[in-house]
């Protein structure tokens, strides 16, 4: 059964599915530090307000992902902002997150050194959302 | 230390701006490198279809968005290869190691012709400088 997007229901599911990826385990081994996503509303595409996710991940285990607010995700140490459509398109694997932060159509705050050198785990925390079906909220 | 020729840099000159810059503050080996160069690079990513020129002027940085003219290197290669040049390992004499899983994978790419330096050959130790300033490792 597909979970509605950007839920507490979405976001315990990817924390499971972030923990059973041996790749992620791998690839983010000494991560350290927090990360919130912000998901800019778009009105328009049945998705009125911001919300953040913010993912509390440790040394290649997600030991907290939760819902939240746009605030709450921008106190994490790293924080990728984009608006929801955009989201959705990284989701679905049409926009690849680093060619995304590299073009601008994501932003990103945070110390770069690291997380250039965290690349492969942040490509396999996006390959996590699509190990599940997804609702969206301007397909319902 | 590093500056944008724009108003208006782009995102992608930002990042790389703001990762040269961040690398060289933090490291002293890297400052030592940043602060004897002298080359004007171009780096274009093709399969977003954006590029930068830093031109690097004994310890300052000026990045240009887009390919300028007069480059002494220009690399071409797609976005997830960009981003393993700037995980290659340093090794021994400062030499980029291309002996483990990432060198292995650029080194892979440069054979195949997924990875395109202009002016490689005749600028070999510009090169190694430009990715041990420009590697996060």
Known sequence: ?140 | MVEYASKEPSAFAEMLGGLIGANVTARPEKKRDFDTLVARVGIWVTDIDEGVTLAFDAGKLTVYNGLEPDRTITIRAEAETVMSLSNLKIGLFGMPVYYDKVGRGVAAKLVQGKLKIDGMLQNIATLNRVTRIFSVQ
């Open chain 1, 1 to 140: 059964m597909a979970i509605k997007a950007f839920t507490d229901e979405w976001a315990n599911q990817l924390k499971d599915e972030v923990n059973k990826s041996d790749v992620y385990k791998t690839a983010a081994k000494g991560w350290k530090w927090t990360v919130g996503l912000v998901v800019e509303a778009e009105p328009d595409k049945n998705f009125p307000e911001a919300r953040g996710l913010v993912m509390d991940l440790f040394d290649g285990a997600a030991r907290d992902i939760k819902l939240g607010s746009a605030v709450d995700a921008q106190k994490c140490d790293f924080v990728i902002t984009a608006p929801y459509s955009r989201w959705k398109q990284v989701a679905k694997l049409e926009l690849d997150a680093t060619k995304g932060m590299l073009q601008g159509k994501l932003k990103l705050k945070g110390d770069l050194p690291t997380i250039v050198r965290y690349t492969k785990a942040s490509q396999e925390l996006t390959v996590c959302t699509t190990r599940f079906a997804t609702e969206w909220p301007d397909e319902q």
